[in-house]
């Protein structure tokens, strides 16, 4: 049987995924499972992490099985045993892998000489895991993905490119709002609205205007301005984001019942304020713990038989 890999969204399929979201549903309200029982699962960090690290490492518990988790510093990854290596290794110790990296590159590497399964936990390309689990959170809230106005303001980074990807997928009304020369990657958002053309419904739209994308939305998606591995590039990214902060006054444009989502960690006074972010209309909270839940159900989607 072909193993099944989880490197962007698209690798589900829309029909799919009500059924991977109504997993991650029922596995909030029962944590306690055996589905991974007797499998093992990589956790390969190239990259520092809290919330990935966690719901993963605690998510494979609590489903039964049991996470190796690798640092590059304290595996020979950070001595510069190529990634192929390290996935025909790993793929004869474990029964899955999630790796947290750089390149999109290093992911689809891993995939292609691994055995088993490999989960995209975040690469500077893609962010599935993450937007999966907002769109649970949406779910959540409004009991749908669908008739809403989403707006992604900020970096056009992985997040933005992968919640590009979601609107083709599902046939989403998506702003984005990007400072010149920080938009997100063009062709992923010709690919999307070939995708929408293709469901008869969906939108896309990229403006340099924050107050334009949160007009009317129902969901308000922002992330820190400059990413792992974009430290050098903090003050010039701080001037260039000038105005494009989650505000009180931008959330007001939005829709009377928006919600406002943040991944996490913040920078509070930067991309949003504390009011925002810790205000009744934040569920960046939430959000947070569904990282748990929707990982849990992503584990189980392409756990070998």
Known sequence: MKKRDFLTLGDVSAEEWPQLFARAAELKQQRSQQTLAGKTVALVFEKASTRTRVSFEVGVYELG????????????????EPIEDTARVLSGYCSMIAIRTFGQERVAQLAKWASVPVINALSDQHHPCQVATDLMTVIEKFGTIDGLRYAWIGDGNNMANSWIEAAGLFGLDLALACPDGFAPDLLLMSAARE???????????????????????HVINTDVWASMGQEEETELRKRAFVGYCVDAGLVKRAASDAIVLHCLPAHRG????????????????????????????????????
């Open 65 to 80: 099985g049991h996470a190796v988790v690798l640092n590059s510093q304290g595996s020979q990854i950070a001595r510069g």
């Open 195 to 217: 995708n929408q053309k293709r469901r008869g419904k969906g939108s896309l739209t990229l403006t340099d205007d924050p107050k334009v994308a949160a007009a009317g939305a």
């Open 270 to 305: 930067e991309e949003i304020t504390g009011d925002v972010l810790d205000g009744a209309q934040s569920l960046a909270w939430v959000q947070a713990e569904n990282r748990l839940h929707m990982g849990k159900a992503i584990l189980e989607a392409v756990r070998p038989a």
